[in-house]
């Protein structure tokens, strides 16, 4: 079973800290002035809070069992890993078509316009836990396992 | 003497293979292609000719997909018979392959419509990588300067971005009123023309090609087009993208129900037992319009493929629909569309706009009975999956209708009952 990032949302406080140490994870600098301030192409966010006042929670890939995007993917970049349960997108593969933000019911496909490319969450691959997890002040980002 | 025999190597055919295996790991499969690239993109091929993919880049699978899948793939050579008693498919070298159970997936052809001058040296028709590298080719060897693209749809503009970006002149010829007009209405339609005019494109519309002019001197080569207005407009290439009919030729005349495309159940299957029909040749099921139709899109045709694959090994699995569903990505400007863009005034249709012509943003959403029918989203896409998963859903948005076309709409604007149930939060 994959491990998925839960949010709860009782707990958020919306700060947007996890959406802050995605951006920065996902830098070629790992730095977070260069991330923010130079680096080309902007390295993005995987991971979106969605607010509506006094609502936020976290939302990022929740790496589908059937994964629509899988199978929308005009160009093959996006794949089920049969091995690990991740949905896992080759950036080279990818014609930046949007199709699969077109179709993914959670929103959670992010556009890198200046890359010509989509983007998402990639649970942080060789660390023990996703950045946004392991940051988020309140704990209120939960890596665990749960039935698809 | 093969188990699934598959008619057609593009996605209905790559989905049906896929799924097959992942039932039955064993059973013999042949697929049949008259082309010879295998498992390539079909919509990347205008990419192909603005030089940003490859050939290597434009295979959506991987390299040794048919070995991988254990599939005996007969490439280059096209079913030209099918025998429905025998249970054969007949190829052109007259040989014959039996199946125990059939895909037609042999995609669409171009639409051409009959024009004076179409034989010319330098008209093109754009639906396959051959095409695509024939273009490309061309482009070089003739220096082509100028383009006519026949049709503003999806296809029309997507090579026109293609030669843009290789440097030719592109007049777009579209009979309707509107560029993309099965996508957008006019609203929307007009700010893609200002952008699609502002690269340099000369868009004609309300008019098409009545007669393909040759060169002065060698009529044989395309040299320019006259319209139905009685202007001429100088070019070295025609590319005709209209679009795409059924490509029906194989069961034309057989016992196998065609209306405008193959008639389909929601298994995939035809009338005759054992032989099912995926993707651009099939009419499948509209869940907006709720009848069958055709619907020539990518994702549709390997969902539709995965659908006949399942049950052909077995596994009982139905359509749940699909329905005119496109994002676009060219000229800079994303565009999402899904369902009804552009209806007549209907009673019972309720329409929702926002705009803001100054950023290009044009935001559409067309209920019915406070479920969301059709989505238009222009320059601002990023949350289209949620609209659309409401969509399917069928979710009644009458509490929060408001909120969909917000700037800041997202998850959050939803009851805690469908967040629970997509397990978003505890």
Same mark, same amino acid.
């Given at each position: 079973?994959?491990?998925?990032?839960?949010?709860?949302?009782?707990?958020?406080?919306?700060?947007? $800290? !996890?959406?802050?140490?995605?951006?920065?994870?996902?830098?070629?600098?790992?730095?977070?002035?260069?991330?923010?301030?130079?680096?080309?192409?902007?390295?993005?966010?995987?991971?979106?809070?969605?607010?509506?006042?006094?609502?936020?929670?976290?939302?990022?890939?929740?790496?589908?069992?059937?994964?629509?995007?899988?199978?929308?993917? $005009?160009?093959?970049?996006?794949?089920?890993?049969?091995?690990?349960?991740?949905?896992?997108?080759?950036?080279?593969? !990818?014609?930046?078509?949007?199709?699969?933000?077109?179709?993914?019911?959670?929103?959670?496909?992010?556009?890198?316009?200046?890359?010509?490319?989509?983007?998402?969450?990639?649970? !942080?691959?060789?660390?023990?836990?996703?950045?946004?997890?392991?940051? !988020?002040?309140?704990?209120? $980002?939960?890596?665990?396992?749960?039935?698809? | 003497?093969?188990?699934?025999?598959?008619?057609?190597?593009?996605? /209905?055919?790559?989905?049906?293979?896929?799924?097959?295996?992942?039932?039955?790991?064993?059973?013999?499969?042949?697929?049949?292609?008259?082309?010879?690239?295998?498992?390539?993109?079909?919509?990347?091929?205008?990419?192909?000719?603005?030089?940003?993919?490859?050939?290597?880049?434009?295979?959506?699978?991987?390299?040794?997909?048919?070995?991988?899948?254990?599939?005996?793939?007969?490439?280059?050579?096209?079913?030209?018979?099918?025998?429905?008693?025998?249970?054969?498919?007949?190829?052109?070298?007259?040989?014959?392959?039996?199946?125990?159970?059939?895909?037609?997936?042999?995609?669409?052809?171009?639409?051409?419509?009959?024009?004076?001058?179409?034989?010319?040296?330098?008209?093109?028709?754009?639906?396959?990588?051959?095409?695509?590298?024939?273009? /490309?080719?061309?482009?070089?060897?003739?220096?082509?300067?100028?383009?006519?693209?026949?049709?503003?749809?999806?296809?029309?503009?997507? *090579?026109?971005?293609?030669? =843009?970006?290789?440097?030719?002149?592109?007049?777009?010829?579209?009979?309707?009123?509107?560029?993309?007009?099965?996508?957008?209405? /006019?609203?929307?339609?007009?700010?893609?023309?200002?952008?699609?005019?502002?690269?340099?494109?000369?868009? *004609?519309?309300?008019?098409?090609? %009545?007669?393909?002019?040759?060169?002065?001197?060698?009529?044989?080569?395309?040299?320019?087009?006259?319209?139905?207005?009685?202007?001429?407009?100088?070019?070295?290439?025609?590319?005709?993208?209209?679009?795409?009919?059924?490509?029906?030729?194989?069961?034309?005349?057989?016992?196998?129900?065609?209306?405008?495309?193959?008639?389909?159940?929601?298994?995939?299957?035809?009338?005759?037992?054992?032989?099912?029909?995926?993707?651009?040749?099939?009419?499948?099921?509209?869940?907006?319009?709720?009848?069958?139709?055709?619907?020539?899109?990518?994702?549709?045709?390997?969902?539709?493929? %995965?659908?006949?694959?399942?049950?052909?090994?077995?596994?009982?699995?139905?359509?749940?629909?699909?329905?005119?569903?496109?994002?676009?990505?060219?000229?800079?400007?994303?565009?999402?569309?899904?369902?009804?863009?552009?209806?007549?005034?209907?009673?019972?249709?309720?329409?929702?706009?926002? %705009?803001?012509?100054?950023?290009?943003?044009?935001?559409?959403?067309?209920?019915?009975?406070? *479920?969301?029918?059709?989505?238009?989203?222009?320059?601002?896409?990023?949350?289209?999956?949620?609209?659309?998963?409401?969509?399917?859903?069928?979710?009644? =948005?009458?509490?929060?209708?408001?909120?969909?076309?917000?700037?800041?709409?997202?998850?959050?604007?939803?009851? =805690?009952?469908?967040?629970?149930?997509?397990?978003?939060?505890?």
């Amino acid at each position: 079973m994959v491990k998925r990032i839960i949010a709860k949302q009782e707990v958020c406080i919306g700060c947007g $800290l !996890c959406e802050v140490y995605c951006t920065v994870q996902h830098s070629k600098s790992k730095d977070i002035v260069k991330a923010y301030n130079s680096e080309r192409p902007k390295p993005i966010s995987r991971v979106t809070v969605e607010r509506n006042k006094p609502v936020s929670f976290a939302i990022q890939c929740r790496h589908c069992e059937d994964a629509p995007c899988v199978t929308a993917c $005009l160009s093959g970049a996006m794949q089920k890993d049969e091995k690990t349960g991740q949905v896992t997108h080759n950036k080279e593969k !990818c014609m930046g078509c949007w199709t699969c933000i077109m179709i993914c019911p959670y929103g959670a496909i992010k556009m890198d316009i200046e890359g010509h490319v989509v983007t998402k969450c990639d649970l !942080c691959q060789g660390f023990d836990e996703p950045a946004c997890v392991a940051n !988020c002040p309140n704990q209120a $980002l939960v890596f665990k396992e749960v039935k698809p | 003497m093969s188990k699934y025999v598959i008619v057609g190597a593009s996605a /209905a055919g790559l989905g049906a293979v896929e799924a097959i295996r992942k039932v039955d790991p064993t059973g013999t499969i042949t697929v049949i292609t008259d082309e010879t690239c295998a498992h390539y993109s079909r919509p990347m091929i205008s990419d192909f000719i603005s030089g940003k993919a490859d050939m290597k880049k434009i295979n959506c699978r991987t390299e040794e997909f048919w070995k991988e899948n254990n599939v005996e793939a007969v490439m280059g050579k096209k079913a030209t018979a099918l025998n429905l008693t025998e249970k054969t498919v007949q190829l052109e070298s007259g040989e014959k392959i039996s199946y125990e159970k059939l895909l037609l997936a042999t995609g669409g052809k171009p639409f051409v419509p009959k024009t004076e001058g179409s034989e010319k040296d330098g008209v093109f028709t754009f639906t396959t990588i051959g095409d695509a590298q024939r273009i /490309a080719a061309k482009i070089d060897t003739i220096n082509a300067k100028a383009a006519v693209v026949i049709g503003g749809g999806l296809i029309g503009i997507s *090579v026109t971005e293609a030669l =843009v970006k290789r440097g030719l002149k592109v007049t777009i010829v579209e009979l309707q009123d509107k560029i993309l007009s099965l996508l957008l209405d /006019a609203k929307g339609s007009d700010i893609v023309e200002t952008v699609v005019k502002k690269a340099g494109v000369n868009v *004609v519309t309300g008019q098409s090609v %009545q007669k393909i002019l040759g060169k002065p001197g060698n009529d044989g080569v395309v040299g320019g087009v006259l319209l139905t207005k009685g202007s001429q407009v100088a070019c070295d290439l025609v590319i005709m993208a209209i679009g795409v009919i059924p490509r029906t030729d194989l069961v034309v005349g057989s016992a196998v129900k065609i209306n405008r495309g193959i008639v389909v159940d929601n298994l995939m299957q035809t009338n005759i037992p054992d032989v099912y029909a995926s993707g651009d040749v099939a009419e499948a099921y509209d869940f907006i319009i709720n009848q069958n139709r055709t619907l020539p899109l990518w994702p549709l045709a390997i969902l539709e493929g %995965q659908v006949a694959g399942y049950n052909m090994a077995g596994k009982t699995t139905t359509y749940g629909g699909g329905t005119n569903m496109s994002s676009l990505k060219y000229f800079g400007i994303p565009i999402v569309s899904i369902g009804l863009a552009n209806p007549k005034e209907d009673p019972m249709l309720e329409v929702l706009v926002k %705009q803001d012509f100054e950023h290009n943003i044009y935001k559409k959403l067309v209920f019915r009975n406070n *479920v969301i029918v059709g989505i238009t989203l222009v320059n601002s896409i990023e949350r289209a999956g949620i609209l659309f998963y409401l969509m399917k859903n069928a979710i009644n =948005v009458k509490k929060f209708k408001q909120e969909l076309l917000s700037d800041d709409f997202s998850w959050a604007n939803l009851p =805690v009952g469908l967040q629970k149930k997509m397990s978003l939060v505890q």
